[in-house]
């Protein structure tokens, strides 16, 4: 397993070995020893989500409210998408910084993502599914989002893509404004989860 310090403070990328013969692929996306040695502690699985997109579904930027904040462990499990992390915790070294993850089918490359931060992909192909495995149960009311085309925060989406998005992610503020209203989780409740 390779591990990746990311941009944004306390984020990963992790790309294991891939398996092949003439069965198929094994493959272990997920490594307790790896994943100890990166961030310090282990990932208490809460909830697995799994997604499936077609090409130009763009999802995110989304985030949960701190504490407890949700931190997340994604991979591509078939297709391809450019994923993406952003910090949004108000105090962090790495406030407004982001990072990208290539993720797709045949590397398994994974990143893990602290609370506090928030999330987005796009997926480059049809039928791209991706698996979360989160610390934290879904709740409603915790979950918020911050425009994934925000000009502000600048992600790099391919140009000339014809963008996908639900109401929540196309009406979602950008950074300064859930800046603003107060919205965005401080660094020093994440850092104390």
């Not at 089918?105 to 997926?123: D, M, N």
Request: with cysteine.
């Amino acid at each position: 397993m390779r591990t990746r310090a990311l941009a944004v403070s306390g984020a990963f990328e992790f790309t294991p070995d891939v398996h092949a013969d003439q069965r198929g692929v094994f493959v272990s996306p997920l490594q307790e020893a790896a994943f100890l040695a990166a961030v310090g502690r282990p990932f208490p699985v809460a909830q697995t989500n799994h997604s499936r997109s077609a090409r130009g579904v763009l999802r995110g930027v989304h985030f949960t409210t701190a504490p407890p904040g949700q931190a997340k462990y994604v991979h591509c499990a078939r297709g391809r998408a450019l994923d993406v992390v952003v910090d949004l915790r108000l105090g962090s070294p790495t406030f407004g910084a982001w990072d990208t993850v290539d993720m797709d089918e045949g590397t398994c490359r994974a990143a893990y993502y602290p609370e506090g931060v928030g999330h987005a992909f796009l997926a480059l192909e049809d039928d791209t599914v991706m698996s979360y495995l989160v610390s934290t149960g879904y709740r409603a009311e915790r979950e918020l989002a911050v425009s994934p085309l925000d000009k502000d925060l600048a992600l790099p989406w391919p140009a000339g893509t014809g963008f996908v998005l639900s109401e929540r992610d196309r009406l979602a503020p950008g950074l300064a404004e859930a800046t603003a209203q107060g919205l965005l989780p401080r660094y020093a409740d994440c850092a104390r989860v």
